[in-house]
């Protein structure tokens, strides 16, 4: 059963699916194209894309009145409303003129006024299929220009259903950014630092008693006990190793039980090494 409602979502979706269409192959023929020299068919570039529209138009258009998009969506146009001589501009409008603005752009740039006609045609051009876009927008029929200046509208073949949905990859998506959200949540209230102190307690066999010391000898070769690299503005806690400023205070500042790396001192003391 035909009809003449066609939801507007579908002929969006079918001009898209027309054009991935197209790069799709496209891009096979130019993974074909790779073993031949570079530069070797450059010059013939608009007669293979003319050559490839009218493939695609002949199979789809001429033999099924519609477009491949249009048959994945069960979108069709009328019979009626293509006879031959409509037919005939259909081809030209959408495969001929494409290939004579690529000639006129790719083989005579030395034409300034050639060149400036062909700028304002595809300015104007733009500004009409606006136009007619807003125009589709109100009325949901003829979305693109083409089908405008031949008047002629889409039919459905599925009657008047509605759009179907999937919702189980929505219901999926739900799920996923709800988990998120909450990760994004509780993740700044759990220590982290403090999570790993512990961790490494427990995993620990042997536990050893650290005197505190009130001075510690700093050398050219001292290195701090956290990053392991030359110590800068060295500190310490009360043990015998020694701390960059910014390792031992950020430390304690994120675990107020922080411990040394090197031999586990607890302390909260924060004390300038001072030179020998």
């Not at 969506?73 to 037919?87: A, D």
């Not at 015998?240 to 430390?251: I, W």
Request: glycine share 4%; with cysteine.
């Amino acid at each position: 059963m035909k009809t003449h409602f066609v939801p507007r979502v579908n002929q969006l979706d079918s001009i898209q699916l027309d054009n991935e269409f197209t790069n799709i192959l496209r891009n096979q023929i130019q993974n074909i194209l790779q073993c031949l020299p570079p530069g070797l068919l450059s010059h013939v570039q608009p007669e293979i894309n003319l050559l490839l529209g009218s493939t695609i138009w002949n199979y789809s258009v001429r033999k099924s009145y519609a477009t491949f998009g249009q048959q994945m969506l069960s979108i069709t146009y009328e019979r009626e409303q293509l006879p031959p001589m409509k037919l005939t501009f259909h081809y030209l409008l959408t495969n001929l003129l494409p290939y004579v603005k690529e000639c006129t752009q790719f083989r005579l740039t030395g034409w300034p006024l050639v060149q400036r006609v062909i700028q304002i045609t595809e300015n104007m051009l733009v500004l009409f299929n606006l136009i007619n876009f807003f125009k589709f927008l109100k009325s949901g029929s003829r979305p693109s220009l083409v089908d405008c200046v031949l008047r002629i509208s889409h039919r459905s073949l599925d009657g008047a259903k509605r759009r179907t949905i999937g919702y189980s990859y929505m219901t999926r998506e739900l799920i996923w950014a709800g988990f998120m959200e909450f990760l994004g949540f509780t993740i700044p209230f759990i220590n982290y630092h403090s999570l790993k102190r512990k961790l490494r307690n427990a995993l620990r066999l042997e536990t050893g008693s650290v005197q505190p010391t009130e001075r510690i000898k700093l050398s050219t070769e001292s290195r701090c006990a956290f990053c392991n690299e030359r110590v800068i503005l060295p500190h310490f806690m009360g043990c015998s190793h020694v701390f960059c400023y910014y390792c031992l205070k950020g430390n304690q500042m994120a675990d107020a039980g922080y411990q040394c790396n090197v031999c586990d001192y607890q302390s909260d003391r924060f004390m300038k090494v001072a030179a020998a």
